[in-house]
Nanobody
């Protein structure tokens, strides 16, 4: 079992930055790709960013490319999402996901609210 705990969300004004963290416990996630998703009220969950186990490869949704950066610290069993130039449309619950073998683990999410 893996427990994922997100943190770092909050209420901010448009244009500022936030850094989200996803801390894993129970098992290491250092050998698996990990991703961030988000879900706004009334909308489906959508992919935001993903990172390979080594950190060498990263992937982004077009809507966040150039503004968000995903990274990981395997020694800390933690994945980060640096979010710059936040927009009101980035408002959502941000969730961390880790795929381990045939199992998919989700965190409970952290709320990000961007006021314009």
């Amino acid at each position: 079992q893996v427990q994922l705990v997100e943190s770092g969300g909050g209420l901010v004004q448009a244009g500022v930055s936030l850094r989200l963290s996803c801390a894993a416990s129970g098992r290491t996630i250092s050998s698996t790709a990990t991703g961030w998703f988000r879900q706004a009220p009334g909308k489906e969950r959508e992919f935001v960013a993903a990172i390979s186990w080594s950190g060498d490869n990263t992937y982004y949704a077009d809507s966040v490319k150039g503004r968000f950066t995903i990274s990981r610290d395997n020694a800390k069993n933690t994945v980060y999402l640096q979010m710059n130039s936040l927009k009101s449309e980035d408002t959502a619950v941000y969730l961390c996901r880790a795929d381990l073998g045939y199992s998919v683990y989700w965190g409970q999410g952290t709320q990000v609210t961007v006021s314009s």
